[in-house]
């Protein structure tokens, strides 16, 4: 079965690793939208530390992840699945509710997100002395 699962994946972290490793688990390919840096900017009100490029290439070297896009809006969702025929969407469950539109045309998933780490805490673990 064809996954897809969606993110900004900003300053890579184990809450995000474990995501699409369960994600990985649930099918036999697993495709990844990354987030733009222009749309980060809309979602989050500040740019990402590492660039789309950049983050595009971690994610494409991880074991789990079969294909990698540029997610530029979140209003493509529907086009997206439908153009890498998906028959699974993957997210966290901080966007429980958020695409169950989405589910005339696949099934949607929330997964728990990993308790105590987000990119936010590791910016400012490495921000404080
Ligand atoms: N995540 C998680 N555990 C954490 C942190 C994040 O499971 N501790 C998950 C989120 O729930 C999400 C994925 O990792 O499914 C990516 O998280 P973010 O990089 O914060 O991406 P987000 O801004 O949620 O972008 O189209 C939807 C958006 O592009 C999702």
Same mark, same amino acid.
């Given at each position: 079965?064809?996954?897809?699962?969606?993110?900004?994946?900003?300053?890579?972290?184990?809450?995000?690793?474990?995501?699409?490793?369960?994600?990985?688990?649930?099918?036999?390919?697993?495709?990844?939208?990354?987030?733009?840096? $222009?749309?980060? @900017?809309?979602?989050?009100?500040?740019?990402?530390?590492?660039?789309?490029?950049? =983050?595009?290439?971690? /994610? !494409?070297?991880?074991?789990?992840?079969?294909?990698?896009?540029?997610?530029?809006?979140?209003?493509?969702?529907?086009?997206?699945?439908?153009?890498?025929?998906?028959?699974?969407?993957?997210?966290?469950?901080?966007? $429980?509710?958020? @695409?169950?539109?989405?589910?005339?045309?696949?099934?949607?998933?929330?997964?728990? =997100?990993?308790?105590? /780490? !987000?990119?936010?805490?590791?910016?400012?673990?490495?921000?404080?002395?």
């Amino acid at each position: 079965m064809r996954i897809i699962t969606f993110g900004t994946f900003d300053v890579f972290h184990v809450g995000h690793l474990r995501i699409i490793e369960r994600a990985h688990m649930l099918g036999d390919y697993l495709i990844v939208g990354v987030s733009t840096d $222009a749309m980060t @900017f809309e979602k989050k009100g500040r740019d990402p530390v590492y660039n789309q490029s950049e =983050r595009m290439e971690i /994610i !494409s070297a991880l074991r789990y992840v079969d294909e990698v896009f540029s997610e530029e809006s979140l209003d493509l969702k529907r086009q997206y699945i439908q153009t890498f025929q998906a028959a699974m969407l993957v997210m966290g469950n901080d966007w $429980a509710g958020k @695409f169950d539109e989405f589910k005339d045309i696949c099934r949607v998933v929330y997964l728990p =997100r990993t308790p105590s /780490i !987000s990119t936010t805490a590791v910016i400012e673990k490495i921000r404080k002395p």
